[in-house]
């Protein structure tokens, strides 16, 4: 009988303790697992993932076998105190998982199932060790969105499956958006009937204008949820709904138009980005259709928490609203922020009164945070640290690093979120910011991954997205910050691969992926690249592309055109990724920013205006532009000579529903000297959205300065009115 063996400790999340024995335990169809009663959930649960994963039958029985040799011992220990701790002795002849809670026998269940070999054999060995564990917060969390596209009740269970692997005990469940609403109300039969359909999807990213044509339905009814909150509680996981109020609410007001300001009509949203209508926050026929919808949704989440969004939620119609405007005037409101206060506290008012509490995005804090609110903080931590400050509970979810529907490659094939959340990234996270005091830590409960769907329309996709960083997310979740070691964790990849192709989960290899990024070289640019494979690197050059040039160091770039390059290994084909040059006189040279980008949009700070690649995918949550919020750009390049100049042209984006606008004013001007700059004639702009502005004049120049203005505050009627408008640019040009 063959028998097949794991390699070293390969647990993730890592444990705390871990000492090494001699021998192996066998785990073959004679062996049982052995409990008490009060643990035949989680025996259940051991014996049916052997069964399913490795067609092994194993037997549960309540007393110990005759023999005391070949069983697994399920028992509660006093020895073990904190909730979710656990010991795990595999010895020769048994192994023994204790725990004083049933949570932490289920975590070492969790952990033993990770040390069996991945290979289907009807014997299994494993070496003997000793594990003390325990979690490291006491909220670990993942998210799912189902509102922009709905995964039926059978795939929730599987993504709850893959939750308790990793052991996470919280399940954020994002149930109503623009896009859909997903649960049933029987007080409001519409909400299902109208609000979760939406008659077709966008197509590509936001701003192409393209549809499917295709209706998107989907809901659960009550029975369902109860199913789900049931096979999660078996896993020791909570289930947190989340219901959007007061923005991201236009499912709801498409099935009941006397929830808005206008009243309608409105319909179920077809595309992604914030849009202005929102609940009525003057009207109290909002508060009791709110009211009403929350006394079902207690019934149907055992949850201390319901989350309400509260994120997002733009104020022009309750600026336009006169019920809204009386409403105001009569609580002394001095703004719309602080109606928005006022409405998350009376919602939180009334749960409260129920004995819930509620979570809300970090936008709760605006206009003063309720009394007993919880505040997930997504717009990175400084709403976090604000918060515990205020000696609220925080769960930190900030969108870098954390929202895994970003992209985890810089050559993703396929269209996501944007942004660039590596894996390394993920993995080095720490949830205690240091400029928290002692006495505030403890209220940052723990973190949460997030899965937003907007472009993630089908499972295989959604794991690509979610493998392997869940496994980084769980590590920071759970993991002593003492015992986390990217090194140790990256050697883990190929056999956590292997046991991803077990749970029959799709994932990404990117880490592993050629890797390139443009960097400057001595006033020109280069492309480097880089891969975690020990194969040499090729590369094509646009002249000749079908010779193979090997790769050493970065490489200048002195062609325009198309360049490509992939990891050379026979065993495969050949898996290209390829690089659009488009070079000009300003490609590589010295460029000055006078205002730096935010941050979120801040590519290669003023290089990535000059690097000689153009931003033609429309993909604005990219790398290839800087965004600037409230405020100008001003760029000064530094040609190095006098040079003859023809031309100059900029490149810049606008998309009104993301509050995207163009630049006001863009001035071009050139200077012998750096002191003295003279004004480009009048600027021509062309375009729609990808805007190009572009001015013509012959004249000798060493010193270029391009100055485009930002829009400021987005003016009454346009989306994001009162806010700052972002101005976005991509590549200089100089003919």
Not at 362 to 390: C, F, H, Y
Not at 456 to 472: D, H, Q, V
Request: net charge neutral; glycine share 6%; charged share 20%.
């Amino acid at each position: 009988m063959s028998v097949l063996s794991i390699p070293a400790q390969q647990i993730v999340p890592f444990p705390l303790i871990t000492s090494e024995s001699k021998g192996n335990f066998v785990i073959d169809n004679n062996t049982k697992i052995v409990t008490s009663e009060n643990l035949k959930k989680q025996a259940n649960f051991l014996k049916g993932y052997l069964f399913k994963f490795y067609n092994l039958p194993l037997n549960i029985q309540i007393k110990k076998p005759i023999g005391n040799t070949n069983y697994i011992s399920l028992q509660t220990s006093e020895n073990v105190s904190v909730n979710g701790a656990y010991a795990l002795d595999i010895m020769t002849e048994k192994i023994e998982i204790t725990s004083s809670n049933d949570e932490g026998i289920f975590y070492g269940i969790q952990s033993l199932l990770q040390l069996i070999p991945v290979h289907k054999n009807n014997s299994l060995q494993i070496a003997c060790k000793k594990i003390q564990d325990e979690p490291r917060f006491q909220y670990r969390g993942m998210h799912l969105d189902v509102a922009r596209h709905f995964y039926d009740v059978a795939y929730v269970k599987k993504y709850i499956d893959l939750l308790a692997y990793h052991k996470f005990n919280k399940f954020h469940w994002h149930l109503t958006d623009d896009q859909g609403w997903r649960i049933e109300i029987k007080k409001y039969p519409l909400l299902t009937q109208i609000g979760s359909c939406r008659a077709q999807t966008l197509v590509g990213r936001f701003g192409s204008d393209v549809y499917d044509g295709k209706m998107h339905k989907g809901y659960y009814t009550q029975d369902q949820i109860r199913e789900v909150v049931q096979y999660a509680a078996d896993r020791f996981i909570s289930v947190i709904p989340e219901i959007d109020i007061p923005g991201h609410s236009l499912a709801a007001l498409a099935s009941y138009p006397f929830l808005g300001c206008t009243k309608g009509p409105y319909k179920v949203r077809e595309t992604w980005a914030v849009q202005p209508d929102v609940f009525c926050a003057g009207n109290d026929s909002t508060y009791t259709f709110i009211e009403n919808v929350m006394n079902e949704l207690i019934t149907l989440f055992p949850s201390e928490y319901i989350h309400i969004g509260g994120d997002e939620c733009p104020k022009e119609r309750w600026k336009a609203c006169p019920v809204c405007q009386n409403k105001m005037q009569s609580l002394s409101l001095k703004d719309e922020h602080a109606l928005q206060s006022f409405f998350v506290q009376r919602v939180e008012k009334y749960l409260n009164s129920k004995g819930k509490k509620i979570i809300g995005w970090d936008e709760i804090l605006e206009g003063g945070l309720a009394p007993n609110a919880a505040v997930m903080s997504w717009r990175g931590t400084k709403g976090g640290i604000a918060a515990a400050r205020q000696k609220h509970e925080v769960i930190m979810t900030p969108e870098d690093p954390l929202y895994l529907n970003l992209s985890q490659s810089k050559n993703e094939d396929s269209v996501t979120q944007g942004g660039y959340n590596s894996l390394e990234k993920v993995y080095a996270f720490e949830a205690i910011p240091k400029e928290l005091d002692s006495s505030d830590k403890k209220f940052v409960l723990g973190l949460q991954g997030e899965m937003w769907t907007e472009y993630i329309s089908n499972p295989s996709k959604l794991e690509y997205m979610l493998f392997p960083r869940i496994s980084a997310v769980a590590e920071a979740a759970w993991t002593n910050p003492v015992n986390k070691n990217f090194e140790r964790f990256k050697n883990q990849l190929p056999e956590l691969f292997k046991r991803y192709k077990l749970w029959q989960v799709n994932y990404s290899t990117a880490y592993f992926d050629l890797q390139s990024s443009v960097i400057p070289f001595d006033n020109q640019i280069a492309w480097k690249l880089e891969t975690k494979h020990k194969s040499k690197i090729i590369y094509l050059k646009p002249d000749n592309p079908s010779k193979f040039y090997e790769y050493k160091n970065p490489v200048l770039i002195d062609l325009s055109g198309e360049w490509a390059a992939a990891v050379s290994d026979s065993s495969e084909k050949l898996k290209w990724i390829r690089k659009n040059f488009q070079l000009n006189k300003a490609s590589g040279k010295k460029i000055i920013l006078k205002n730096e980008p935010n941050q979120k949009y801040a590519g290669e700070s003023g290089f990535t205006l000059i690097d000689g690649i153009q931003n033609t995918t429309g993909m604005l949550h990219g790398s290839q532009f800087l965004g600037f919020i409230g405020t100008d750009m001003e760029v000064t390049i530094d040609l190095e000579e006098l040079i003859a100049i023809d031309s100059i042209k900029l490149h810049c984006f606008q998309q009104p529903p993301s509050w995207i606008y163009p630049p006001s004013l863009v001035e071009f001007s050139t200077s012998a000297d750096s002191t003295s700059f003279s004004i480009m004639p009048q600027t021509h702009k062309s375009g729609t959205k990808h805007l190009v502005y572009k001015s013509v004049n012959h004249r000798i120049a060493r010193y270029i300065k391009i100055k485009a203005s930002n829009n400021g505050i987005i003016s009454n009627g346009l989306p994001g009115a009162g806010g700052k408008a972002w101005l976005f640019a991509d590549e200089i040009e100089i003919f």
